[in-house]
T-cell receptor, first 116, second 116 residues
């Protein structure tokens, strides 16, 4: 079974600075997807960024980018120019690309605080 | 286009009562997923349904829990004879097609179930 580990229960960053959230995963599969989700106090899960394992290029979405290291099974999220609205829980998630599996496997999350 | 709608947002039940959680997927979405989030934890997959069919229920407890997604109306997650350990946030997500086909998942804001 696949597992996702987020080793940082909490992180903090100054407004306008850059922060990196860590995520590692364990799988024997070669084809899969990785995600970062944001969960603000409203509780709704919001997709931040997605990475296909077969793509070597790291995904980017505006101020959000990932460092995907397939051999190391590492998938960190970098937030540049942090804003107060970035404060939230961040979850890393894995999904198999093999047939019949639709479920997301989540890590336990990292609580990000943004200081003004 | 309204997002994924879950109701109620908060549900309080006494031990032994039944809890019914509702999820209306986004318009045009025929795939529904239920996840449970315990305090300080990530989301855990419970069940995946398409219209009138349960596709994967590997994350559902064998007893007291059931889910349906009828041809008409919302998806229902039903918990019979609730116990304190069922207290959690229950999230619904929907998609237009399978996740493997690249379709994105959209999450609702969850139902917080509290068992007294």
């Amino acid at each position: 079974a696949q597992t996702v580990t987020q080793s940082q229960p909490e992180m903090s960053v100054q407004e306008a600075e850059t922060v990196t959230l860590s995520c590692t995963y364990d799988t024997s599969e070669s084809d899969y997807y990785l995600f970062w989700y944001k969960q603000p106090p409203s509780r709704q899960m919001i997709l931040v960024i997605r990475q296909e394992a077969y793509k070597q290029q790291n995904a980017t979405e505006n101020r959000f980018s990932v460092n995907f290291q397939k051999a190391a099974k590492s998938f960190s999220l970098k937030i540049s120019d942090s804003q107060l609205g970035d404060a939230a829980m961040y979850f890393c998630a894995y999904r198999s690309a093999q047939g019949g599996s639709e479920k997301l496997v989540f890590g336990k999350g990292t609580k990000l605080t943004v200081n003004p | 286009n309204a997002g994924v709608m879950q109701n109620p947002r908060h549900l309080v039940r006494r031990r032994g009562q039944e809890a019914r959680l509702r999820c209306s997927p986004m318009k045009g979405h025929s795939h529904v997923y239920w996840y449970r989030q315990l305090p300080e934890e990530g989301l855990k997959f419970m069940v995946y349904l398409q219209k009138e069919n349960i596709i994967d229920e590997s994350g559902m407890p064998k007893e007291r829990f059931s889910a349906e997604f009828p041809k008409e109306g919302p998806s229902i997650l039903r918990i019979q004879q609730v116990v304190r350990g069922d207290s959690a946030a229950y999230f619904c997500a929907s998609s237009r097609g399978t996740a493997r086909s690249g379709e994105k998942l959209f999450f609702g804001s969850g139902t917080q179930l509290s068992v007294l």
